[in-house]
């Protein structure tokens, strides 16, 4: 009996695990700025966030917190880090590269007047 219950929990959770992933590649599997912001952003956000980490939790060691305080530190501070790391990574090619990035993208104007010169080519404002 133990064995039948312990299998249809087991089922149960994977069920729901399986639900949640179809239900988020259906709906957020679309084309957004927020999706082309972050694709490039995975690489140097794990790269980063595993120094942060060590590095803030070392230095908030010694003020001592209470645990849910320093955890919600950490975080804040982490997630600032990493977002700050990637500003500066994404505007620096060697970083870029270092980051396991593609290099800079060309400027908008740049590639709005090569948009202009090809024929049957519809250029944003």
Same mark, same amino acid.
């Given at each position: ?6 299998? +249809?929990? #087991?089922?149960?959770l994977? %069920?729901?695990i ?5 239900? !988020?590649?259906?709906? *957020? ?13 995975i ?11 060590? +590095?803030? #939790?070392?230095?908030?060691? %010694?003020?001592?917190l209470?645990?849910?305080?320093? !955890?919600l530190?950490? *975080?804040a ?5 990493c977002?700050?790391g ?7 090619n060697?970083l870029?590269?270092?980051?396991g990035?593609?290099? #800079?993208?060309?400027?908008?104007s ?16």
């Open positions: 009996m133990r064995l039948l219950v312990a299998s +249809v929990v #087991a089922l149960n994977w %069920s729901w399986f639900s949640v992933v179809g239900f !988020a590649g259906f709906y *957020l599997n679309r084309p957004s700025p927020l999706l082309r912001y972050t694709n490039p952003a690489l140097p956000w794990y790269m980063l966030h595993q120094t942060l980490i060590i +590095v803030f #939790a070392w230095s908030l060691k %010694s003020l001592a209470p645990m849910w305080w320093e !955890a530190v950490l *975080l501070l982490t997630v600032a880090g977002f700050i990637y500003e500066v990574i994404r505007r620096v060697t870029r590269w270092l980051c990035m593609d290099a #800079a993208v060309r400027e908008k740049q590639s709005l007047q090569e948009d202009a010169a090809t024929p049957g080519a519809i250029s944003a404002p």
